[in-house]
T-cell receptor, first 111, second 114 residues
Framework: DTAVSQTPKYLVTQMGNDKSIKCEQN?????MYWYKQDSKKFLKIMFS???????INETVPNRFSPKSPDKAHLNLHINSLELGDSAVYFC??????????FGQGTRLTVV | AQSVTQPDIHITVSEGASLELRCNYS??????LFWYVQSPGQGLQLLLK??????LVQGIKGFEAEFKRSQSSFNLRKPSVHWSDAAEYFC????????????FGTGTRLKVLA
């Protein structure tokens, strides 16, 4: 009965590959987010969706493409992976202006 | 633009000692403020939040925080730290202007000495 679940938890891949991270929330929230946490633990918002519509796109390279098939899901697809994409990616959800609940994170390592 | 500053990158306290983690924010109106804790290899867990009302808010695990508008601060406190409190702590501010944006500070790593 996990509130916000991400898969996979760990992802190791080679440069140039394309990969996806999936996120699902069962909280009935309208808003979902992707955050990137770098090696210094800094958390930076990447995308925000509200009712399946993109609200925030924070100067993220075009290689990153979020997709929200429905309110409960927000997936992140990454093309042509680069070494600098290595990070922990967190999915979160909230009601508009509500408390964000975070998933456990996906640790992406690009080699 | 809104921002959050956590001046202390690392803090070390002895078990049983009191704790205060500092957070300063920059925001044009009354902010939504949060404290999260991240244990190693884990996601972020909400400790407490401030939306409005009483400026002293109580959270889980014995934590509390006080909103001080005059100082633009939202410091986290705990009267007696337990070894299990060792973790990374993040302060965050939410945007009230409808862009659903939450800005996080850079975190404070807490080490607890036995």
């Amino acid at each position: 009965d996990t509130a916000v679940s991400q898969t996979p938890k760990y992802l190791v891949t080679q440069m140039g590959n394309d990969k996806s991270i999936k996120c699902e929330q069962n909280l009935g929230h309208d808003t979902m987010y992707w955050y990137k946490q770098d090696s210094k633990k800094f958390l930076k918002i990447m995308f925000s969706y509200n009712n399946k519509e993109l609200i925030i796109n924070e100067t993220v390279p075009n290689r990153f493409s979020p997709k929200s098939p429905d309110k409960a899901h927000l997936n992140l697809h990454i093309n042509s992976l680069e070494l600098g994409d290595s990070a922990v990616y967190f999915c979160a959800s909230s009601q508009p202006l509500g408390v964000p609940f975070f998933g456990q994170g996906t640790r992406l390592t690009v080699v | 633009a809104q921002s959050v500053t956590q001046p202390d990158i690392h803090i070390t306290v002895s078990e049983g000692a009191s704790l205060e983690l500092r957070c300063n924010y920059s925001y044009g109106a009354t902010p939504y403020l949060f404290w999260y804790v991240q244990s190693p290899g884990q996601g972020l867990q909400l400790l407490l939040k401030y939306f409005s009302g009483d400026t002293l808010v109580q959270g889980i695990k014995g934590f509390e925080a006080e909103f001080k508008r005059s100082q633009s601060s939202f410091n986290l406190r705990k009267p007696s730290v337990h070894w299990s409190d060792a973790a990374e702590y993040f302060c965050a501010v939410g945007n009230l202007m409808g862009t659903y944006k939450y800005i996080f500070g850079t975190g404070t790593r807490l080490k607890v000495l036995a």
